[in-house]
Structures are given as structure tokens and as C-alpha cells.
């Protein structure tokens, strides 16, 4: 995954405003996976914003089939908006920390 971490720091340096065009780099769930891990670590480092984690960790969860977490990512159904499913979302509605 080095290339994944020398893409990512390119983008970083060149266009800290684009980070977030790195969720669009890929379908391959695995070059996900490591992007997040050195997205996260770019956060910690104050080269990411946190909107570029939320965005890029909740489309990642959809793209393996598994509920988001932070509630960024939507689809149209019928011509309605509907978010994809939100991990915990039913507990938060319910009040209980099932």
C-alpha cells in the first residue's frame, strides 16, 4: 500500500483542498481501507479535515455493504433523497444504547 500512501501525500501537498477527491480514487474496498488509515493519519498530523474522514469513512462502510457512521452519504430512490442506512441510527432515535 505504499502507493496508496504516496498518492495520498501527493494530494496533500499539492491540494490540501482536494483530499476529499481521493474518495472517488477507487471501488476496491482494500485500496479503501488503506487510504482511510493514511487519511486518519493525516487528520492526527492537521493535514486532513475532519469533513474529508466523515465523508470518506461513510462511503467506504457503503461501498462493503455495511451502515455508514456519520450520516454523509445518500441516494436517489424514486426521486427521493434517502440516506443509506446509519450505523446506531435506531437506537439514537429510540433513546437506548442497544
Known amino acids: 500500500m505504499r502507493v496508496v500512501a504516496a498518492v495520498l501525500a501527493l494530494t496533500l501537498a499539492c491540494a490540501p483542498s482536494k483530499v476529499p477527491l481521493v474518495q472517488h480514487a477507487s471501488h ?10 493514511e487519511l486518519d ?7 486532513a479535515d475532519g469533513q474529508s474522514i466523515a465523508l ?8 462493503r455493504g455495511q ?26 432515535i429510540i ?3 442497544a
Request: charged residues 20%; negative net charge.
Open 28 to 37: 476496491d474496498t482494500t485500496v479503501q481501507a488503506a487510504m482511510l488509515v
Open 41 to 47: 493519519a493525516a487528520f492526527e498530523r492537521g493535514e
Open 56 to 63: 470518506f469513512t461513510d462511503r467506504a462502510a457503503v461501498q
Open 67 to 92: 451502515p455508514q457512521v456519520y450520516g454523509t452519504q445518500a441516494d436517489m430512490r424514486d426521486g427521493r433523497l434517502v440516506l443509506e442506512p446509519i450505523a446506531g441510527s435506531w437506537s439514537m
Open 95 to 97: 433513546g437506548c444504547s
